[in-house]
């Protein structure tokens, strides 16, 4: 069967009127979608007729909390959600001066095992539906009653491995009858599928692309970003310069500080060079403590220095306020205390 969440309208449109419904059926249909229904006997308005028909041809699910931790620090809050085949997501829900921002997952795990993250380990199970992620947005405002202005895609997994999945997902929570959240509020990020930013970018979406560099030399990079190795950062620039011209959207670098690995003089001054050639603006990252991670964070002393010389470089750059920290807020922790809570059964 169908999932009905992961239809746009004029595909529900299509399928109501093939029912022999009047097609305004559909709006009334997503709209009550969007209000986070878990069955069709929910849509009260809808006569019941109808909703026998979509029972018969369509799924409708809520995803369950598993987990939620509200940091007594900053407000932070961290979901698990269960998935409908038991699998698990994070989801972190983080309130700025400008509003709140969800940061969503892509993927239950990842396949691109970058050394330094948590989302990685295990490998990629399966790719999110459009409408899972959607969830992630809409249960997260729902149950924190806190009003959503803006996305991340930062959490477990690769957009860009889930690619159709995910513009999908865009659309929907993008749509006026929907969330409406506009797409220059969405924030996709990606460790560097180049083979996909020109895809993306014919889509002119105006969302903003981040890119985890993380480090700007091969050498550096490919030893602790696999997904580097046969693409290259010098391959991953050019589809960078590709990707502005093309959109006229400014690109992120987002920069993990680790310890003795990236946060050198070298490094900073590479990475001013990179950043000005595709007039990225960079974002670095103080690194959360991951429990099997051989990695550190960098001293704050190490940090300032690499902002300086950026700074000094003419790039723009800023420094990620860390929220959550006594949450498990880094991506992949809360799923993987569960993995091995259940490992232990």
């Known amino acids: 069967m169908k999932n009905i969440k992961s239809m746009l309208p004029e595909e529900l449109e299509a399928d109501i009127l093939a029912m022999g419904e009047p097609k305004y059926r559909a709006k009334q249909v997503f709209k009550w979608l969007g209000r986070g229904v878990g069955s069709f006997e929910e849509m009260s308005d809808i006569p019941k007729s109808l909703r026998m028909k979509l029972e018969k041809e369509y ?29 698990a997501v994070e989801t972190v829900v983080m309130s700025y001066k400008h509003g709140n921002t969800v940061c969503v997952s892509s993927q239950v795990g990842c396949r691109q095992g970058c050394a330094f993250c948590a989302s990685t380990i295990g490998g990629l199970v399966r790719g999110l539906e459009p409408s899972e992620i959607l969830d992630e947005v809409l249960f997260s405002q729902l149950d924190s009653g806190k009003t959503i202005s803006n996305i991340v895609l930062m959490g477990i997994g690769e957009p860009l491995d889930n690619f159709d999945n995910v513009v999908k997902f865009l659309k929907l929570v993008n749509h006026p009858d929907g969330m409406n959240i506009g797409m220059r509020h969405i924030s996709l990020s990606t460790c560097g599928i180049i083979e996909k930013f020109d895809e993306l970018a014919d889509l002119n979406l105006q969302l903003t692309l981040s890119v985890s560099l993380h480090a700007p030399d091969d050498e550096t990079r490919s030893k602790i970003m696999p997904a580097n190795i046969g693409r290259g950062v010098d391959n991953l620039m050019k589809s960078c310069k590709s990707y502005y011209e093309k959109t006229g959207r400014r690109i992120s ?6 310890d003795g690995v990236n946060d050198t003089e070298y490094h900073a001054r590479l990475l001013a060079k990179r950043a ?7 974002n670095l990252i103080p690194m959360n403590h991951v429990e099997e991670s051989r990695f550190h964070p960098s001293t704050s002393g190490h940090i300032k220095g690499f902002i300086k010389i950026l700074e000094d470089e003419g790039v723009n750059v800023t420094v990620r306020r860390k929220l959550g920290g006594d949450v498990d807020a880094s991506c992949g922790q809360l799923r993987r205390k569960m993995q091995k809570g259940n490992d232990k059964k």
């Open 253 to 258: 670098f987002e920069y993990i500080m680790i």
């Open 59 to 87: 799924t409708i699910y809520k995803p369950k909390v598993l987990s939620k931790q509200v940091s007594k620090i900053d407000g932070t809050i961290k979901y698990l959600w269960e998935l409908y085949d038991g699998n």
């Open 276 to 282: 000005k050639e595709v007039c990225a603006h960079v």
